[in-house]
């Protein structure tokens, strides 16, 4: 059964970069699905930030695009979301998730808190 | 960009009840990219509907979908204690993949 395990800073400056990095167990990462991060905040719910295929491609909320990197590391059978220029409105539980069929969201880690302060 | 909006924003029932939650799109949507997620306090989202009614694994038979178009629904025949929690609607059709605002579901 697949696992993902967020980790990464808890607290980030307003203007610096958020990363945040997922760590996939019981499957390779390289073999199919994609993998992508959704943030929850009380002011905007769900929100989808993006998601990456093993080839690569990587698919973006626009609202969000100019600022978002998602990468992959198949060595290490892991994931990471880079968000610069944070301000307050950054202030989420962040998921990372595997979904099927794009957008079909079928795993998703326990989610981790990052406030954006200084 | 394509707007979930979930109706009622919150339910007051009791175990054993019959409920069925809203989901209309802003725009006609394909059955194939509406998807359904319950999430209980303090725990991540699980998805329990996708294409609009096929269950995924593991899900109850009392949790069923079904819609088209605008119009989504999800029915619980039968509540369950465990049922109490936020359900989410979400279309991947078109970039953003949005999420409805939710329906909070409360024991009376």
């Known amino acids: 059964q697949v696992q993902l395990q967020e980790s990464g800073p808890g607290l980030v400056k307003p203007s610096e970069t958020l990363s945040l990095t997922c760590v996939v167990s019981g499957y390779f990462i390289s073999s199919g699905y994609y993998w992508g991060w959704i943030r929850q905040s009380p002011g905007t719910g769900l929100e989808w930030i993006g998601n990456?295929?093993?080839?690569?491609?990587?698919y973006y909320n626009p609202s969000l695009k100019s600022r978002v990197t998602i990468s992959l590391d198949t060595s290490k059978n892991q994931f990471s979301l880079r968000l610069t220029s944070v301000t307050a409105a950054d202030t989420a539980v962040y998921y990372c998730?595997?979904?099927?069929?794009?957008?079909?969201?079928?795993?998703w880690g326990q989610g981790a808190l990052v406030t954006v302060s200084s | 960009e394509l707007v979930l909006t979930q109706s009622p924003g919150s339910l007051s029932l009791s175990p054993g009840e019959r409920v069925t939650l809203s989901c209309r799109a802003s725009?006609?949507?394909?059955?194939?990219?509406l998807a359904w997620y319950q999430q209980k306090p303090g725990q991540s989202p699980r998805l329990l509907i996708f294409a609009a009614s096929t269950r995924a694994t593991g899900i109850p038979d009392r949790f069923s979908g079904s819609g088209s178009g605008t119009d989504f629904t999800l029915t619980i025949s039968r509540l369950e204690p465990e049922d109490f929690a936020v359900y989410y609607c979400q279309h991947f059709g078109r970039s953003p993949y949005n999420f409805g605002q939710g329906t909070k579901l409360e024991i009376k």
């Open positions: 725009q006609i949507i394909s059955s194939s990219y």
């Open positions: 990456i295929y093993r080839d690569g491609n990587t």
């Open positions: 998730v595997r979904a099927f069929s794009e957008g079909i969201f079928d795993s």
